[in-house]
């Protein structure tokens, strides 16, 4: 039998109150092109450019600590391996 395991692979940062589409809110994912597990942070905010990201000073705190979780999460299961 198959052994399973459960994994975190993406959190969602954003004001209390607000929907998963406002423009504030941030994703932080694990990817991997099959060289290693990274993080990708993206929002889905029309007033930024591609490939970047809009951070409002209070938002960081809660971003730097989803962002230190995620790497965590890869931590963790590079130990399993």
Do not use: V
């Amino acid at each position: 039998m198959n052994k399973y395991i459960q994994r975190t692979m993406s959190i969602m940062i954003l004001p209390e109150g607000e929907n998963i589409f406002c423009e504030t809110a941030t994703t932080i994912a694990i990817a991997d092109d099959a060289a290693g597990e990274f993080l990708k942070i993206s929002q889905c905010n029309d007033e930024i450019e591609k490939g970047e990201i809009s951070l409002e000073s209070e938002e960081w705190p809660a971003i730097r600590d989803g962002i230190d979780f995620m790497f965590a999460e890869i931590a963790k299961h590079n130990k399993k391996l």
